[in-house]
């Protein structure tokens, strides 16, 4: 027999539950103080008022709060009370006690684009751009005052004349190879994809060349255009136009293309372009 830890009583160590023999070595109480099935791992001869009397247990769930806002009164689970002692009917309520003297996204110092002050948004003004006067006076059409910081911008070239896409052609030629590299559009590209890009520009400045078969084994389906002097070898000071100039572009196949850029073959060995135009 086994002796209860709260209560003193005698129990025996195995019993026949459900039509099977288990052993209750494990237990310390006996089956009044913490009957079968209640999974109670709490020490009971601590506590000797832990199991009250059945009749004045009363399974009580809901409590009635009190708002600390409002003081309305509403209805919460018993788990959610806590320690605290501060309850609220709603998100708004708490909002106005919790949330006192709390910036939860401050506004930013803005520089107006238009005018130069600083400024901030917020209520109905949203703009990232100008401040809520600047606004106003764009909204009724009135002229942009002159900005404080004035912007130092290179002086732009004079256009050639000629057709848009002629005078943007001559600007692309007459560029240096130094000022090329400096383009915010190329900065921060790599090497090859210049020279690449570079490259690309002799086909749609030479279309001609394009139509010639290859000068060295006359192969006509599919013409490269190889470049004498390689881009390697051209300085910062050169222009765009001397590197894709129709003298020193050569009309080869792929093969002789290969060749001649890996020194198979010479440029002695290739016979000059012919100015009759063969049709692809």
Known sequence: MKICAKCSA??????TINGKCQSLNGRKYCFTCSPLGSRNSIKLETK????????????????ELQCSYCSKTFIRKKFEVNESGKYF?????AAHITGVGRVT?????????RCGIIYKRGGSH???????????LNKQGVKRPPSKAKKTASPRKKLPPGTVHERRTALSKARTLGEYHAMLSVAGKHDSWKNAHIRGFARSWNPDICNHPCQSCGYSKHVELAHVKPLRDFGPTDTLGDINSSSNLLALCRN?????????????????????????
């Open 10 to 15: 005698q129990f025996p160590k195995s019993m």
């Open 48 to 63: 000797p008022d832990f199991f009250p009397d059945p009749a004045r247990l009363v399974p009580t769930r809901n409590v």
């Open 89 to 93: 009917c709603s998100r708004k309520c």
């Open 105 to 113: 996204n401050p506004a930013k110092d803005r520089v107006c684009k």
């Open 126 to 136: 949203r703009t990232l751009v100008a401040c809520q006067n600047c606004t106003i």
């Open 256 to 280: 002789c293309h290969w060749e001649f850029d890996n020194d198979l073959l010479l440029l002695a060995d290739i016979p000059e372009r012919s100015e009759i135009n063969i049709s692809k």
